[in-house]
């Protein structure tokens, strides 16, 4: 048994709770109790106590959208002009950049942004993967990255029409080999869904498949819903109300499925989502730096859909997302009371809810008999910390803070700032060879 005590810990969840000078014992199992340090070290006097001296101790953080493969994006030029549509962005970046991807990449592409998720405390990553030069085997080269790091991870890969019917099956052999060799692995941190890129790059008969397969297997589809009207609009010219109408004809909505963005979601869309209790994930930083627009999250916590955090591979950590979608909100509004109980409960409860629906296990807040996944904060708190100011810390404290330790599954991945798996002078290597497959990526882009 571990124990971390004199913390400040926040526990997220339903009943959030704060306790000062709190503890939290532990395995590698569960987490078994939590309470003052002086209580759970008169229950557990012969348990060793890391003294974290006052500093804040919350759950590992979940980030329900990522692309891993997006690593090699960062300072790339377009050969063609900038962008000037969401489509033309898809285009001129991201289409020729997953394109670029060779079976060497890839590795490297998951192990950089999931160190960075060890650095920030993300524990648990929803990753949508595209690389449709090797489609066969990618979800397994991101999955090693996962089990070297420790981290928990679900995985699909973007099942699309855009590149011809052959990559279209290659793209549904991928998930399906990869979730029946998981299900025979029984690796409860390493689950699988399956991707499907957006609606308006898939046909009649690959939703129909993809409805068929998810049926089958038991899982549901993650999916790009709505992020620009260009969705909508084609949904429209083939018949539909809109992409969510399509998406729920071919009864792809539902609880096991994610579906990502929503920014242009109707009041009749986001009735289906609630009715359906599809699951909808928030990316507020990619929303904008698309130009895309803002979700309409009120109206879509309203009708009680579990709305959560992701990243679209802007960073591992979702923490920032959760900081802008409090000021974009309210500026987007012009009205500065929004937002705050709509974006704590998509962090703190909506979030570790869907990692529980994908792990089947309590993921995301400290209480006894949840997974731990534990993070300590260099974060002494200047101000009191309460049940009720809490996202105050979260927003304008912690941000600007760094993690000391991250902890997945009782696993320690980071103590002061070590990461604990790798050898000396192995993230280096790592980042030396990044540099290098980048150029080379450059190059064929
Ligand atoms: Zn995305």
Redesign the pocket.
């Known amino acids: 048994m571990k124990i971390i005590g004199h913390a400040t810990v926040l526990t997220f969840g339903e009943n959030h709770k704060v306790i000062n000078d709190g503890a939290v014992a532990f395995d590698e199992k569960k987490i078994h109790a939590i309470g003052t340090t002086d209580e759970l070290k008169k229950r557990f006097p012969k348990a060793k106590i890391k003294n974290v001296k006052g500093r804040l101790v919350m759950p590992g953080i979940v980030n329900n959208?990522m692309?891993l493969y997006s690593t090699f994006a960062r300072g790339i030029s377009l050969k063609d002009a900038p962008p000037t549509n969401f489509v033309e962005i898809l285009e001129r970046l991201w289409w020729r950049l997953d394109k670029a991807l060779t079976p060497d990449d890839l590795y490297l592409t998951a192990m950089i942004p999931l160190l960075d998720a060890v650095r920030n405390g993300v524990t648990t990553l929803v990753d949508?993967h595209a690389s449709p030069n090797c489609i066969g085997g990618s979800l397994e080269a991101l999955a090693k990255a996962f089990r070297k790091c420790g981290l928990r991870g679900n995985l699909c890969y973007e099942i699309s029409d855009r590149d011809g019917q052959e990559k279209c099956d290659a793209g549904f052999e991928e998930n399906a080999n990869f979730i029946r060799a998981l299900k025979l692995e029984n690796n409860s941190d390493l689950t699988a869904m399956i991707g499907l890129h957006a609606s308006f790059t898939l046909s009649d008969t690959s939703l129909e498949r993809a409805a068929e397969l998810m049926k089958g297997l038991n899982t549901g589809v993650h999916i790009?819903v709505a992020e620009d009207q260009a969705d909508n609009e084609d949904a429209i010219k083939r018949g539909y109300r809109s992409v969510v109408d399509r998406l729920h004809k071919f009864k792809l909505t539902g609880p096991d499925s994610i579906f990502?963005h929503g920014v242009n979601c109707d009041a009749h869309d986001i009735q289906t989502l609630g009715l359906t209790k599809t699951n909808v994930v928030h990316?507020p930083r990619?929303n904008m730096n698309n130009g895309v627009g803002c979700a309409p999250l009120e109206k879509m916590m309203a009708e009680k859909i579990d709305v959560s955090f992701g990243t679209?591979?802007m960073s591992a950590s979702p923490l920032e997302d959760l900081a802008v979608a409090n000021i974009l909100h309210k500026h987007e509004a012009r009205d500065p009371r929004k937002i705050y109980g709509e974006a704590w409960r998509m962090f703190t409860v909506n979030g570790p809810k869907l990692a529980h629906k994908l792990f089947k296990k309590k993921i995301g807040v400290i209480e006894e008999g949840a997974m731990a996944d534990l993070v300590v904060w260099d974060y002494i708190p200047p101000t009191p910390v309460t049940e009720g100011n809490t996202f105050g810390h979260l927003t304008f404290g912690l941000p600007f803070s760094r993690v000391l330790t991250t902890i997945c599954q009782g696993k320690t991945l980071m103590d002061e700032g070590k990461i604990a798996f790798l050898e000396e002078g192995e993230e280096e290597e790592l980042c030396a060879r990044s540099r290098e497959l980048a150029q080379s990526l450059w190059e064929r882009f």
């Open positions: 959208h692309h949508h790009h990502v990316n990619s679209d591979g």
